[in-house]
């Protein structure tokens, strides 16, 4: 206890040196801990997230830009495809396609347009509000509520796409009908719509008086073969309202209206692999694949990385331990004079060993609690922590 | 008190070799030891206190000699039976001045820790007037005051026996007297005998005896 | 003994045999004569609700949100196609519930002329408005109608197919009465002439091939000067007469058309449910007034 108590009075009264030494140490062996843990994290999420969707269908390209815009809703667009697609699924009856189309953005968050299907797929529930009803509802998840600092009966407006593009995406006052309950997934930081809905926000859909009654001549083109022709004089209503919700309409052929994926949940597992077998053309525009197996072999390329991430980490610490052992020999060599006077005091080898010792302790202890400390507060926040930087 | 019969020393690298055909001192006796440097002066401290064992010959001190105890013995001797005071004080920096006092306490299982021990410490620094400084460290002490403190620190384990070397050394004239006084008032008041090496002669006066340590025979490269 | 065993094993049968509300499938449709059909094949395994008011036109009705709510909570929402119920495509509700009872004919829908689209510039692409609805006034598409009906509730329900597949059957019987009927008195002058007040016969004149042109009256609206003027100029190279309704006109258009020697008879599409009987009983009225038009 009293090489304890000399040791607490000398790392106390060189303060400087201690922090230094115990903010070395702390480092050193939270860098590869921590790492690991949100490694760990990662791919559990990650993987969590693609084993609970069955097939992922998209236009043949990048599987990767697929996974990570639909999985975790990426800013990063994929080739997208048609509602067409989904209606050949649909008519096979082997699974329920839920389409997605993720391409627009609110206050930052991922605006997610899809089906009602979806949030029983997912097991979404509603904890305030009521979910997705009419067009130009939004549900937020949890987290994204919570940031935007809205709820149930707010107005949320959807992101322009290019400010400068005068002819591009027009922003949309939707209206939030409820917020989900925390699911600790991509789905937390989303903002969900009706895919009809993502539709009117890229303007395939838009909503405005009706011109084939109007007597406003000043917004009518041509009158010709029981069609009348807009001009764009035309106001398009930039909200949805329960007043306006009746003339708000698509035109052209709706098969044709984009997507960015469509999510297969096979009826049983032969149904699953007899629509995957329907995508194995090579000629086919269009890929149907396990998530699974591409968030595995995205692992696999982490694990590598991981393995020369540790490699330099664990050098790196070695330098670090090596400078620490020089410190602490020249602390040792700067108490060679406090050494000899308790020595001629009368004090045994043993407890001047015992002294110096206890400084090491002293500090690797400190070091300790503080690298438990830091890494609980890591692995408190992983989860978030990830969520986050795969979002970007 | 202290007994030295015939003792040859020599340092396991160097030239030089100290002899000592005798010398001795009395319970209580004050002696000054003189001599040029590298005379050997300071050797003869460190022989006293078992820091040091001759090649041959006898230490006695307290009728125990010294030099047949193991390393451990002698160390728990010394502590227990003789207090060192130092040219430069020997203070830790980073303890207060209170647990500079009570330090011989805390490096060896030879001396127990108390509450005794403590108002005993307490008693003696307000003896040498430094019991106002008690939670301060060595630096915020000045030259006289850092002495007094290293006097109380040599003094807590009553010892029989106090090496001095040069205790006076760094010490303004003014200081080096009311040292002197200090030290002399514990000395008596323990009943301890003093050896101390000093070059001031204007205080050998005090002392009971003044040895120069020219008499005994030394060489080397010192 | 036998007596008790007897009358125990047909408490058991009878209350075997009654399915508790709790595990009825719960059915939304969107306009009558679907729910009629969801209610003869599915019988005491099926809840079928049709939400719509008795006084608005399920076409053209607007749910209010507790009411669409209802609707995602269903088991299985029965569509009409043709894109009939407009409110769908503005709401939010589960494709997997959802059953489009005339996908197997889609190929065979019909476009109505009298509904005026529109479109922004000249090259853009137009609105569809255009789609005629009333299906099941052809009795062949209403068959398959209920044949969707049957496969839909044979899938929630499987151990109930052989139940529904029979009670399905009893109901094809009917409409293939009812198509046999028309079929029949149409044949006794395919060429007749005939008028109707709406653009819900489309799907009756073509599938039984009569020669009917519409004009757009409603039954409860006396004509615009306009509205006659469209008769006439119908009347000008097709001269009916007979006017077909959708409901009871008013005395007047009724006496303005006699006075031009144009008889009305009713011919509802029932797409409500009826304030008494049933589709059948419906139709079978329509059927009446129509032989009398082929008189």
Known sequence: ?392 | MISIQNIQFRYPHGEFRLTIPEFSATQGEKVAIVGPSGSGKTTLLNLLAGILTPASGVIEVKKTAINDLNDANRRDFRIRNIGFVFQDFELLDYLTVFDNILHPYRITGALKLSEEVRQRAIHLAERMCIAGYLKKHPGELSQGEKQRAAICRAMLPNPSLILADEATGNLDPANKTRILDLLFENVDAHEATLVAVTHDHELLPRFDRVVDFQAFPSGGGL | MKTVHQIVLGMILVFSSHVSAAERLSVYTVNYPLAYFAERIGDDQVEVVFPAPADVDPAYWMPDRTTIAAYQQADLILLNGANYAKWIGKVSLPRSKMVDTSRKFKDRYLYTSEVTTHSHGTEGAHAHESLAFTTWLDFSLAKLQAESIYEALARKRPMSEIEFKRNYQTLAGDLDKLHAQITAIVARDPDRTLLGTHSVYDYLNAGYEMNLKSVHWDPDEAPTVSRWNDLKHILEGHQGMYMLWKSEPLLESVSDLRKKGIESVVFSPSANRPDSGDFLTVMRANIGALALAYK
């Open chain 1, 1 to 392: 206890m009293d090489s304890l108590y000399l040791a607490w009075q000398y790392v106390r009264f060189n303060k400087a040196k201690t922090i230094i030494l115990v903010a070395s140490i702390t480092l050193i062996a939270v860098l590869p801990l921590a790492l690991e843990s949100l490694l760990t994290e990662s791919e559990r999420q990650l993987l969590v997230r693609a084993e609970s969707t069955p097939l992922l269908i998209g236009t043949k390209g990048s599987a990767l830009d697929l996974v990570m815009n639909s999985l975790y809703f990426d800013d990063e667009i994929p080739e997208l495809m048609t509602m067409e697609a989904v209606e050949r699924i649909h008519d096979t009856q082997f699974a329920l396609p839920i389409p997605l189309y993720v391409r627009f953005q609110a206050r930052g968050h991922p605006i997610v347009g899809t089906t009602f299907d979806y949030f029983e797929f997912r097991r979404l529930s509603i904890d305030q509000g009521c979910p997705l009803t009419m067009l130009g509802d939004c549900v937020l998840g949890a987290k994204a509520a919570e940031l935007l600092g809205i709820g149930p009966g707010d107005d949320l407006v959807s992101s322009p796409d290019n400010l400068f593009d005068l002819a591009g995406v027009y922003p949309l006052k939707m209206k939030v009908a409820g917020v989900l309950a925390p699911n600790h997934s991509a789905d937390d930081l989303a903002v969900f719509v009706d895919l009809k809905t993502a539709w009117v926000i890229q303007g395939l859909g838009h909503g405005h008086q009706d011109v084939t009654r109007t007597r406003d001549n000043s917004v009518v083109l041509k009158r010709a073969d029981g069609n009348v022709a807009a001009n764009a004089k035309l106001y398009h209503y930039t909200e949805i309202t329960e007043d306006n919700l009746d003339n708000f309409h698509f035109h052209g052929d709706m098969s044709i209206y984009p997507l960015t994926a469509i999510i297969a949940v096979p009826n049983d597992e032969k149904s699953g692999a007899l629509l995957r077998g329907r995508y194995l053309d090579r000629d086919d525009t269009e890929q149907a694949f396990l998530p699974a197996e591409v968030i595995d072999g995205l692992l696999q390329n982490i694990f590598r990385i991981r393995n020369v991430i540790d490699s330099v980490i664990a050098v790196v610490g070695l330098a670090m331990v090596l400078v620490i052992i020089l410190v602490f020999t020249l602390s040792l060599r700067l108490r060679q004079r406090e050494i000899q006077t308790i020595f001629r005091l009368g004090c045994r080898r043993a407890m001047i060993g015992r002294m110096l010792l206890a400084e090491i302790v002293l500090i690797l202890s400190v070091s300790g609690v503080l690298c438990m400390a830091v890494l609980g507060v890591v692995n408190a926040n992983a989860e978030e922590l990830v969520r986050r930087l795969l979002m970007g």
